[in-house]
């Protein structure tokens, strides 16, 4: 990554809850609520276009942590919105401070780490993990 990131960077990202998006979508006796692991997914797209920007060529960032509380439940229907802001770095490791909310109330809160991979080179690397090199 050749530009530096400044702290403070931030990104976002939205849906709206549908039913694959909710714990009964997993299991039908459970209540169709949105799941925690979607509200995590939208916190790391939000981290993801946060920091895609100063991405050399052939570069992205990847999820490498997660530390989520999901504070409040959020049925069908209710647009979610995830919002990402870079905190601190440590050479290719990054800390994003993240929240969801509803449009009522924060629904949840945290910390989100990614590292910079260079896509060619990673899946050089997983093809010769896959034939056992």
Do not use: N, W
Request: proline content about 6%; glycine content about 10%; hydrophobic content about 40%.
């Amino acid at each position: 990554m050749a530009r530096p990131i400044p702290i403070g960077t931030r990104g976002e990202a939205a849906e709206t809850v549908e039913l694959k998006h909710t714990l009964a979508a997993h299991h039908p006796e459970l209540p169709p609520v949105y799941s925690t692991p979607d509200m995590i997914r939208l916190m790391e797209t939000a981290s993801f276009h946060a920091l895609q920007p100063y991405c050399d060529e052939g570069e992205i960032t990847v999820g490498i942590s997660i530390h989520i509380e999901h504070r409040a439940a959020t049925g069908i229907g209710m647009r979610i919105h995830a919002e990402a802001e870079l905190e601190s770095f440590d050479g290719r490791f990054y800390i994003m401070r993240v929240r969801a909310d509803d449009g009522a109330q924060e629904i949840g809160r945290g910390t989100v780490g990614r590292a910079v991979v260079h896509v060619p080179s990673f899946l050089d690397r997983m093809r010769e993990k896959a034939c056992g090199s």
